[in-house]
């Protein structure tokens, strides 16, 4: 399996959790106070448990206009859907800053619009990385105290960061790394060598757990990623970066579903 396919399909696997984000809580807070009366298996989180396992964003019944029996189904839930993207554009404009990339950043930036996740490509002494970089709503840095109420505190939620880093040279094999991001550290999850050439199959040995490494083996393959540029300084950015993108592709999404309502 190639890189390209094995990033593709952790991003539909990501694609399928659960999506309470921070942007709901401030869409239910902001409506609540101004209107009146989110083999490889260890490495991602299990699909939500909705019955279709699709994603699911909740639409609050407190920052959406009351349901009437004088309209029709569909006209209320576009009503709903604008409600929805007023509430998000509104919170967008009180958050609305420049996210410059950090000093000395030696990365292009591939985004497009529509996706769920950004490329950081770059080129070193022949070699090209890549760092694939998605936001998982289904796993969240822990950065509540134990019996805070995290469902009305906006910042208690932090989804994690995940990426899937590639080293490719010339004609050769390319050694991939699947990293969790959080604020304490870049922590690689697992590394495996593939040869573009080969057949993937199930079977394939691809060396032991990164954790059963030797320390001082793990600790330099640390510092390999490290004067390639990937490294722990990023992750401030990159949340800033990745929230923002997740914002503005809901605002999309919702515009989209609204159009087609409305045909």
Known sequence: MSSASLAARLLRRAASSSRASTLSRRCAHSSATSRAPVSLAQFHPAAAASPSGTPARRFLSSQSPAASSKISPDENLRRVIDSEIECVVESEEGSAQQIDPPEDFPFEIIDNPGDQSIVLKRELAGETIKATVYTNFDTEEDLNNEGSDAENDDDSFKPALQM????????????????????????????????????????????????????NLQKSFHRYLEVRGIKHSLHDWLHEYMMTKDEREYVVWLKNMREFIEK
């Open 164 to 215: 899937v880093v590639t080293v490719e040279k010339p004609g050769g094999s390319i050694l991939e790394f699947e990293c969790n991001f959080n604020d304490d550290e870049l922590a690689i999850e697992n590394m495996r060598l593939l040869n573009r050439d080969a057949k993937f199959t199930e079977n394939a040995y691809e060396g032991p757990q990164f954790s059963d490494l030797d320390e």
